[in-house]
């Protein structure tokens, strides 16, 4: 977003050319900054790369939303597309900047992915957990009941027992009890195997849980490692070989036009101002594209100026 690109490259060839080319650029420059708000400023789109997967047609209705939103305050077109007298050229640029953008897309979605499959684990694992809790009651239920039923039985054994042995029919009736009995503990037994099963598959669930929740950390470090650096999006130079806008960089359609706007504002005249939700603040930080009152202001200020 840097606003004038001309450092003691061109100031030396200012010395180099002589008195003569530095009263052009004086015209020259001059002339700009009179020029915005009586016509047009014309602008073509000079280089476009197709890695940033987009389509031309894209660039173009964000170039127009942006002409759009200076345009409007004042009541006239600031910016006319054609590359006649004063034009600027609009470049896509892509090199590592883009990458990044590119590569940091990925990582939110992998960081949206990672926990999505750690909300599934969770859900499975609470439900692991209520089951737990529903069979764990059932168990202790069916052992009370077999409990009981084998101090019955063993009170029948010893009162059979105490009246000298059974009667064949006691005998017989016993072995059914006995059967019955047997059947009943093997059922608790299977009860209490399927909620120690269950308690193994909590324990692999919540450790799955756990690393999945580790996942999403580390994709949000990653994404801090390489939004970590700032660079620049985007910027307006004017030297003598003519005026453009060169676009490095944008995360989103939004940011895109912001980004436009911003180097169209300084195509304008304009200055950084220090509204963070500002198009003409020095970051891309705002959310929409809305000019702030220092925006209006200032826009305001430079077409009084250029009536004067
Ligand atoms: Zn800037």
Redesign the pocket.
């Known amino acids: 977003?840097?606003?004038k690109k001309r450092g003691f490259g061109s100031f030396f060839v200012f010395f180099a050319l002589g008195l003569l080319a530095s009263w052009v650029l004086y015209t020259y420059r001059t002339n700009l900054f009179k020029a915005p708000c009586e016509e047009p400023i014309r602008y073509r789109i000079g280089q476009f790369d197709p890695r940033f997967k987009i389509p031309s047609s894209e660039l173009q209705k964000a170039i127009n939303k942006a002409i759009k939103l200076w345009s409007e305050p004042i009541g006239k077109d600031l910016f006319t597309y054609g590359s006649t007298g004063r034009s600027v050229t609009v470049n896509l640029i892509y090199d590592e900047r883009q990458e990044n953008t590119h590569t940091s897309n990925e990582l939110v979605q992998n960081i949206n992915n990672a926990k999505k499959l750690a909300s599934l684990a969770k859900e499975k694992m609470m439900q692991a957990k209520s089951e737990y809790t529903a069979r764990s009651s059932e168990y202790e239920t069916a052992l009370k009941k077999f409990q009981r039923d084998q101090e019955n039985y063993n009170a029948e054994v010893d009162r059979v027992n105490n009246n000298g042995g059974a009667t064949p029919d006691e005998y017989e009736k016993l072995n059914e009890q006995k059967a019955v009995l047997t059947a009943e503990y093997n059922a608790v037994e299977k009860l209490r195997e399927g909620i120690n099963s269950l308690a193994e598959q909590i324990n692999a669930l919540t450790q799955n849980y756990n690393s999945l929740a580790m996942n999403i950390n580390k994709e949000v470090d990653n994404v801090n490692r390489t939004y970590g650096e700032k660079f620049n999006e985007g910027?307006?130079i004017s030297d003598i070989t003519g005026e453009s806008i060169n676009i490095y960089e944008f995360s989103s359609e939004k940011k895109l036009e912001r980004v436009i706007a911003?180097?169209l504002g300084?195509a304008l005249g304009l200055d950084?101002n220090d509204d963070p939700e500002s198009i003409?603040y020095?970051l891309n930080s705002g959310p929409d594209l809305v000019l702030t009152k220092e925006d209006i202001a200032s826009l305001q200020a430079i077409c009084k100026k250029a009536d004067e």
């Open positions: 977003m840097d606003n910027e307006y911003h180097e300084h950084h003409m020095e």
